[in-house]
T-cell receptor, first 116, second 111 residues
Framework: DTGVSQDPRHKITKRGQNVTFRCDPI?????LYWYRQTLGQGPEFLTY????????KSRLLSDRFSAERPKGSFSTLEIQRTEQGDSAMYLC??????????????FGPGTRLTVL | GEDVEQSLFLSVREGDSSVINCTYT??????LYWYKQEPGAGLQLLTY?????DMKQDQRLTVLLNKKDKHLSLRIADTQTGDSAIYFC???????????FGAGTRLAVHP
């Protein structure tokens, strides 16, 4: 399978605990995005990496959130001191410029986080 | 600001055409995208259109873009039960090409 993969697919945690999610992009893609999707809504942008550099962060990304892409390949998203409002689907996407510069983003299956 | 709006629900009969509409606000968007999400699955890119085009056809899918009105539509010909899903419109925004999504249109196909 050469698509975007995410691990774990589901995570249940208690309020106040820390969680970490992993994303493995399509191998030749140098651009990586994290989004969050809550029930009944479309995905919302969280952060963007080009290779290992984190170039954009949404104001949705509070101080409790941190993302890394240490070698420009896989990425991790950590949430510290989780809150019930963090319950959502966390989606990862990767892209390259493409033939026409369309920068098509290909999404992984997501990690569903439930904070009790 | 950036905003994408879609109607929330559409019901069609199998074999009919479906038209899903979307409006966006960022006039500098260069590309607009349509994604499909089935229950329990990730987002699948269906098609996209460059802002200097007004129509793009891809098999059963036709995308129409009215840049003046900032209106985008997705037409699915000969709609099948397998087309039942949530369809998201998205505009590309900013120098790093993040996507701004609408809330999604749930398409229900009935016999």
């Amino acid at each position: 399978d050469t698509g975007v993969s995410q691990d774990p697919r589901h995570k249940i945690t208690k309020r106040g605990q820390n969680v970490t999610f992993r994303c493995d992009p399509i191998s030749e893609h140098n651009r990586l995005y994290w989004y969050r999707q809550t029930l009944g809504q479309g995905p919302e942008f969280l952060t963007y990496f080009q290779n290992e550099a984190q170039l954009e962060k949404s104001r949705l990304l509070s101080d409790r959130f941190s993302a890394e892409r240490p070698k420009g390949s896989f990425s991790t998203l950590e949430i510290q001191r989780t809150e019930q409002g963090d319950s959502a689907m966390y989606l990862c996407a990767s892209s390259t410029p493409g033939l026409a510069g369309a920068y098509e983003q290909f999404f992984g299956p997501g990690t569903r986080l439930t904070v009790l | 600001g950036e905003d994408v709006e879609q109607s929330l629900f559409l019901s069609v009969r199998e074999g009919d055409s479906s038209v899903i509409n979307c409006t966006y606000t960022d006039s500098s968007s260069t590309y607009l995208y349509w994604y499909k999400q089935e229950p329990g699955a990730g987002l699948q890119l269906l098609t996209y259109i460059f802002s200097n085009m007004d129509m793009k056809q891809d098999q059963r899918l036709t995308v129409l873009l009215n840049k003046k009105d900032k209106h985008l539509s997705l037409r699915i010909a000969d709609t099948q039960t397998g087309d039942s899903a949530i369809y998201f419109c998205a505009e590309r925004s900013g120098g790093y090409n993040k996507l701004i999504f609408g809330a999604g249109t749930r398409l229900a196909v009935h016999p």
